[in-house]
Every structure is written in structure tokens, then in C-alpha cells.
């Protein structure tokens, strides 16, 4: 079983749309979770962290965190073509002074 | 505040030489991590340093090391490069390493002819 893993892509969403990442982790006792947007020959940019279960909104970025279920989830609201690009998903296990990444969901936003 | 700065930004080389690289964290960050990724794995972690302690080492081969200086700043080094060590090499910073946040450089862009 993979640590950290992501629904597969690609996804496609129309302009204004909401495009929802989901991710699932092993670790039961993983405590800090983190989104990060990469462009295509671009380094990850980090978007969005949590911590507590629950709901996180910075923007039109929602990021949602539920323990028991082992799963973290990103929503884009609104999504403009400058959101196109693969969303990572990553989790600190344990503290254990790493992050483990998912393979990434591609997101392309139709114009 | 400047971000997290590489060098060099791209890197050429052939079997069997070694290669070293940089990373400069943000100010005040303590903790830098490298990761390697590749198409195929995705993106990988190598090793965590933190006050120029190694605190984690990821499942890579001996021919890959680090270490970190008294100003924060590291270095990774490669030995005996093989092909399968083209790759984008991305260094982190974070204040503390663990919990908290990580950001990324621009990568180092390496090519093993």
C-alpha cells in the first residue's frame, strides 16, 4: 500500500467550475497535511496546510481533513484556467521530518 | 524575504562522475530537506537536516549524501552518477522540519549522459 495516495487523473473541469482533489494516507498517525500546485517545469508552490479535522478556506481554495477516515480532500471554487497544473498531496508522518507525496492529480481548466 | 534559493539551476554530466549541489533555505529556517523527482517515481524524499544534524534519510543508495553548515545552508552530493539519477533535485525549507511547512527551491535540473 502506497503512503499517500491521489485520485487519478487527469481531471478536466470547465471554467467557473469546482474541481475536487481528493488523497488518502496510511499512516494513522500522520499529523500535518499539505497541498502543493505545481507548473509544468516549475518547482511545487505550497497552497494550502492542516492540521485539525475539519474545513481550512484561504480564498477559493478548501481544504478538508478527516482523521478517522484517513483522507484530505482540496476543492477549487471558481476555477480559472491559471489553475491548471498538478496538485500534490502531502503528509507528514509521524513526525518524522519528511513529507510523503502522492503522485499528483493533473488539472486542466477549460476555457 | 527571499525564497529558497539552488544552484546550479541545470547540470550536465556523465556516468561515473560526481556532482554537488546547493541549497540556501530562507532566512531563519533550520530545517532543509532534499527531494528527488522523476516522471516515473514522482516525487522522493533523500534527507532532512536540521541545525547540521541528519534527522532522516530516505531509501536511496549510498552514492547520495548531504550535510548542512552552521549558516543553514546545503549540499547534496552524488557519486559514480548513473543515468537513472537524471532527475529534478528540489531542496525545502521549513523553520523546524516536521510539522511545519516546507518550501520549495527551483530545483536543480540534472542530466546523466
Known amino acids: 500500500q502506497k503512503e499517500v495516495e491521489q485520485n487519478s487523473g487527469p481531471l478536466s473541469v470547465p471554467e467557473g467550475a469546482i474541481a475536487s482533489l481528493n488523497c488518502t494516507y496510511s499512516d494513522r498517525g500522520s499529523q500535518s497535511f499539505f497541498w502543493y500546485r505545481q507548473y509544468s517545469g516549475k518547482s511545487p508552490e505550497l497552497i494550502m496546510s492542516?492540521?485539525?479535522?475539519g474545513d481550512k478556506e484561504d480564498g477559493r481554495f478548501t481544504a478538508q481533513l478527516n482523521k478517522a477516515s484517513q483522507y484530505v480532500s482540496l476543492l477549487i471554487r471558481d476555477s480559472q484556467p491559471s489553475d491548471s497544473a498538478t496538485y500534490l498531496c502531502?503528509?507528514?508522518?509521524?513526525?518524522?521530518?519528511?513529507?510523503?507525496f502522492g503522485a499528483g492529480t493533473t488539472v486542466t481548466v477549460r476555457a | 524575504k527571499a525564497g529558497v534559493t539552488q544552484t546550479p539551476r541545470y547540470l550536465i554530466k556523465t556516468r561515473g562522475q560526481q556532482v554537488t549541489l546547493s541549497c540556501s533555505p530562507i532566512?531563519?529556517?533550520?530545517?532543509v530537506s532534499w527531494y528527488q523527482q522523476t516522471p516515473g517515481q514522482g516525487l522522493q524524499f533523500l534527507f532532512e537536516?536540521?541545525?547540521?544534524?541528519?534527522?532522516n534519510k530516505g531509501n536511496f543508495p549510498g552514492r547520495f549524501s548531504g550535510r548542512q553548515f552552521s549558516n543553514s545552508r546545503s549540499e547534496m552530493n552524488v557519486s559514480t552518477l548513473e543515468l537513472g539519477d537524471s532527475a529534478l533535485y528540489l531542496c525545502?525549507?521549513?523553520?523546524?522540519?516536521?510539522?511545519?511547512?516546507?518550501?520549495f527551491g527551483p530545483g536543480t535540473r540534472l542530466t546523466v549522459l
Open positions: 492542516i492540521y485539525s479535522n
Open positions: 532566512s531563519g529556517h533550520r530545517s
Open positions: 502531502a503528509v507528514n508522518q509521524s513526525n518524522d521530518y519528511k513529507l510523503s
Open positions: 525545502a525549507s521549513s523553520q523546524r522540519g516536521g510539522n511545519n511547512e516546507q518550501f
Open positions: 537536516y536540521f541545525s547540521e544534524t541528519q534527522r
